[in-house]
């Protein structure tokens, strides 16, 4: 462990568990990075979708709005900054993954392109595709009759099976989805009620994800996604960038020299925040800081990014830490390799939150702009006030930012919410009451 990039005292605040703004010290040594993800795969990634839009609007109505993209509104939380970030300058928007269609959470970006980019290739491969552009000729028995050959399976703790498991089944797959033991009911009922096959694993996450990696690698007609390694999940992720971009640039809120933008992301294996954090910089470059968010009883991103190039990630066991927290997705103990190798140089810092201040986001959320949350997804919110503490002082401070706080953006990413059910979100909302004593 001698060579993970933190101090004595940070190593402490790990193990004590309590929460801490770690900065990264590869961020900008290009040194630090050993798989580049391409530019043009963003793109890519984002053709593909336009593609496959028409047949989306077919295969879920609530698509049509959105002429079959998958995406959520950036809300503008205006004279509300203050209330949720004491003493926080500049304006805060809120990114509303949590609504995101189809799956309610961040998974939907890349979870089901992954399941795209698979039936495109079968497509291809089995001449389903006679006219290029025409997706819609994959909702016919036909191709149906050719992708119910295949199993599509994933190891997750919840939210990334559900994207998976509803986006496989819907265009014909067989799904099944391993479980860890602590994913919710609610969730594996979602899931066998759209006739994917749950696993239940006893174990963690790590397990499930090993389990159903085996299953899938003895199935000629298996496809397993892996989320602690696949490049299509992170470009999925990715294209929210250029979506964002529009966003921002629709909502007034500049990025320049001037203008620092800064991004809050909840962070479980790093795919999803590494992919959207790639994008960003390919975008905004120096001007974008993005921080990575996680409970502190699983910081296994802040590991992660704490070791060097190509080292295997430290899981949070070697710091006595049992992974024991409610916030769905986040609850992981070792980071995707791909990702910390992937990223290691475009993420400003990590900072860890304890469920207890994630139950206070989620009552602010709730009592400020009825907004319904994961408790998972309120670490974001945590963001702004991070930067007035010491060691966020000493980064604005390091990148000359100090003076141009008034002139900043903060996005808090919202990652996942709305499928929650509603007698769950009162369990969490009674809970959020009783810790602020509201
Ligand atoms: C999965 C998930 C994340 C983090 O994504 P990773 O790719 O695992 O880092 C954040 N929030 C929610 C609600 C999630 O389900």
Redesign the pocket.
């Given at each position: 462990m001698s060579s993970l990039n933190l101090t004595t005292e940070q190593q402490a605040h790990l193990r004590a568990a309590t929460p801490q703004l770690w900065l990264n010290p590869q961020y900008m040594q290009d040194q630090a990075i050993v798989a580049t993800p391409e530019v043009d795969d963003l793109y890519a990634a984002e053709a593909r979708l336009q593609r496959f839009a028409p047949l989306l609007e077919i295969l879920f109505p609530e698509l049509q709005a959105s002429g079959g993209l998958i995406e959520s509104a950036l809300i503008d939380t205006q004279q509300l900054s203050t209330e949720f970030a004491e003493g926080c300058e500049g304006r805060l928007f809120l990114k509303a993954d949590h609504q995101l269609p189809v799956a309610g959470?961040?998974?939907a970006r890349?979870g089901i392109h992954e399941v795209l980019c698979f039936a495109e290739t079968l497509a291809r491969q089995e001449g389903l595709l006679e006219a290029e552009d025409n997706y819609t000729t994959l909702n016919s028995a036909a191709a149906k009759a050719v992708f119910s050959r295949y199993t599509v399976s994933v190891g997750s703790t919840?939210?990334?099976g559900l994207s998976i498991g509803i986006m496989s089944a819907a265009l014909g797959f067989r799904a099944e989805v391993h479980m860890s033991a602590d994913a919710k009911d609610w969730k594996k009922q979602r899931l066998t009620d759209r006739g994917v096959k749950v696993i239940e694993h006893a174990a963690d996450y790590g397990a499930a994800v090993a389990a159903g990696r085996a299953a899938a690698e003895a199935d000629p007609y298996g496809y397993f996604v892996d989320?602690e390694r696949s490049p299509h999940l992170f470009m999925g992720?990715a294209v929210a960038a250029l979506r964002l971009e529009s966003q921002l640039q629709a909502a007034g809120g500049r990025v320049d020299a001037e203008h620092p933008l800064f991004v809050y992301l909840?962070?479980?294996?790093?795919?999803?925040?590494?992919g959207i954090a790639f994008g960003l910089k390919m975008l905004f470059g120096r001007y974008v800081h993005c921080f990575f968010a996680e409970p502190v009883q699983a910081p296994c991103?802040l590991l992660g990014m704490a070791g060097n190039a190509s080292d295997e990630p430290v899981s949070v066991a070697e710091f006595g830490l049992s992974i024991d927290t409610e916030a769905?997705?986040?609850a992981?103990g070792t980071a995707s390799q791909w990702v910390c190798d992937a990223t290691r140089n475009l993420i400003s810092g990590v900072y860890t939150a304890t469920d207890e201040s994630l139950y206070r986001q989620l009552y602010r959320l709730k009592a400020l702009i009825d907004t319904e949350v994961?408790p998972?997804?309120a670490i974001g919110c945590l963001g702004p006030e991070l930067l007035e503490g010491d060691a966020g002082k000493a980064y604005l401070q390091a990148h000359k930012l100090e003076d141009l706080m008034g002139n900043a953006t903060h996005i808090a990413w919202l990652?996942?919410g709305s499928f929650v059910p509603e007698e769950e979100y009162k369990r969490y909302l009674d809970k959020a009451r009783h810790i602020t004593g509201a």
């Open positions: 959470s961040i998974k890349g919840g939210n990334l989320d992720y909840p962070a479980g294996v790093g795919g999803a925040p590494g991103m769905d997705g986040l992981v994961e998972s997804a990652t996942g």
